[in-house]
């Protein structure tokens, strides 16, 4: 299966502060990557799919980017509404396979 | 706008069988899959397995192959997740999300359904 590995596990930044996800897949997986947000006692909520395509409805301080196995996600300006867990999900191969996710918190 | 909502809390008994459903409101495409995630207290997403109502043909996460059955009654729009042979570390929330046959973008999601197991 392919394994997907979230960095940072958990990161604290201020209001306005451009925040950088990375997640890397343990073999290429062209651009078949869903990056996810996740509010406590939540269902997720889809951001991004295919690496870099903004679902209709999220803001444009988010964006999605990288192909193969190197993906990261950023937020260009940190809100305090974006607090939560961010997952990236590899949709490449069968099993589908989620990262450990990366939990924000806004300060 | 399609819905997704799912039955009930439950609570089983160590080696017993759990069934939860999803049934989709609001949509009349017919092509879609659903997909199952599981997520454990305090943890991350588990991706448990799809199916494709139209085709009957569904998909596994190798770990829970032979316990996890994944349905769907095309008639009333519900999928089914059957879980067998449950353990305490099954507890869990249970969440059905609803893509179409073009992506994997599941962007509906089910209200989940909390499993606990316990003695």
């Known amino acids: 299966a392919i394994q997907l590995t979230q960095s940072p596990s958990s990161l604290s930044a201020s209001a306005g502060d451009r925040v950088t996800i990375t997640c890397r897949a343990s073999?290429?997986?062209?651009?078949?990557l869903i990056w996810y947000q996740q509010k406590p006692g939540k269902a997720p909520k889809l951001l991004i799919s295919?690496?870099?395509i903004l679902q209709s409805g999220v803001p444009s301080r988010f964006s999605g980017s990288g192909s193969g196995t190197d993906f990261t996600l950023t937020i260009s300006s940190l809100q305090p509404e974006d607090f939560g867990t961010y997952y990236c999900?590899?949709?490449?191969?069968?099993?589908?396979?989620f990262g450990g996710g990366t939990k924000v918190e806004v300060k | 706008q399609v819905q997704l909502v799912q039955s009930g809390a439950e609570v089983k008994k160590p080696g017993s069988s759990v069934r939860v459903s999803c049934k989709a409101s609001?949509?009349?495409?017919?092509?879609?899959?659903i997909t199952w995630v599981r997520q454990a207290p305090g943890q991350g997403l588990e991706w448990m397995g799809r199916?494709?109502?139209?085709?009957?043909?569904?998909n596994y996460a190798q770990k829970f192959e032979g316990r996890v059955t994944i349905t769907a009654d095309k008639s009333t729009s519900t999928a089914y997740m059957e879980f067998s042979n449950l353990r305490s570390d099954d507890t869990a929330v249970y969440y059905c999300?609803?893509?179409?046959?073009?992506?994997?973008?599941?962007?509906?999601w089910g209200n989940g359904t909390t499993v606990t197991v316990s003695s």
């Open positions: 609001g949509g009349t495409s017919h092509n879609y899959a």
């Open positions: 999300a609803r893509s179409t046959l073009a992506s994997y973008n599941m962007a509906v």
């Open positions: 295919l690496a870099s």
């Open positions: 073999q290429a997986i062209s651009s078949h």
């Open positions: 199916t494709i109502p139209t085709l009957g043909t569904a």
């Open positions: 999900l590899q949709v490449h191969d069968y099993p589908l396979t």
